[in-house]
T-cell receptor, first 113, second 115 residues
Framework: AQSVTQLDSQVPVFEEAPVELRCNYSSSVSVYLFWYVQYPNQGLQLLLK??????LVKGINGFEAEFNKSQTSFHLRKPSVHISDTAEYFCAVSTSGYSTLTFGKGTMLLVSP | DTGVSQDPRHKITKRGQNVTFRCDPISEHNRLYWYRQTLGQGPEFLTY????????KSRLLSDRFSAERPKGSFSTLEIQRTEQGDSAMYLC?????????????FGPGTRLLVL
């Protein structure tokens, strides 16, 4: 079985500052990794995903994430955040042959002016 | 492409009543998933279908829960004899099977409050 740990429940940051949201996973087999964003009272929207190949993955809205197999991490970064990035961010994992997603508890990104 | 839709968006019910939620996936998607999300938690898997076949059910899915996808298109999730602990957001997602790391597209969710 796999698991996901999001180390920060809340990350406050000022507008135009850089941000990193941390995600660590545990799995005995190769994984696929995902970051989803959830705005208030809405469903989840895919930001980016890592399947294989280049460990740096670029997604929508200027976000990127880096897969680090040795540290079993998949941290999400953005060089300059906007007020509109305020939302909850979920890291998730699936594996080859098992498409169900296992999610972390989420990190609330709070961007203030 | 109209995306995944769910109905209703909100449901308030009294303990002991039955409720049914509907999910319409993206039309060409053959996989459909149900997740439950409680306050402060990430979504947790409940069950999924490939076409009309229910392939997996989580231990979270008690006997009071039943899901169907009769024609391989829309799906329903029914909760019988609701309990206060059933209060949560119920999310539906769909995907196209066959590709590695297939992307699941989520609907807006149905928020259930059991009084």
């Amino acid at each position: 079985a796999q698991s996901v740990t999001q180390l920060d429940s809340q990350v406050p940051v000022f507008e135009e500052a850089p941000v990193e949201l941390r995600c660590n996973y545990s799995s005995s087999v190769s994984v696929y990794l995902f970051w989803y964003v959830q705005y208030p009272n809405q469903g989840l929207q895919l930001l980016l995903k890592y399947l294989s190949g280049s460990t740096l993955v670029k997604g929508i809205n200027g976000f990127e994430a880096e897969f680090n197999k040795s540290q079993t991490s998949f941290h999400l970064r953005k060089p300059s955040v906007h007020i509109s990035d305020t939302a909850e961010y979920f890291c998730a994992v699936s594996t080859s042959g098992y498409s169900t997603l296992t999610f972390g508890k989420g990190t609330m990104l709070l961007v203030s002016p | 492409d109209t995306g995944v839709s769910q109905d209703p968006r909100h449901k308030i019910t009294k303990r002991g009543q039955n409720v049914t939620f509907r999910c319409d996936p993206i039309s060409e998607h053959n996989r459909l998933y149900w997740y439950r999300q409680t306050l402060g938690q990430g979504p947790e898997f409940l069950t999924y279908f490939q076409n009309e076949a229910q392939l997996e059910k989580s231990r979270l899915l008690s006997d009071r829960f039943s899901a169907e996808r009769p024609k391989g298109s829309f799906s329903t999730l029914e909760i019988q004899r609701t309990e206060q602990g059933d209060s949560a957001m119920y999310l539906c997602a769909s995907s196209l099977a066959g590709s590695s790391g297939e992307t699941q597209y989520f609907g807006p969710g149905t928020r259930l409050l059991v009084l």
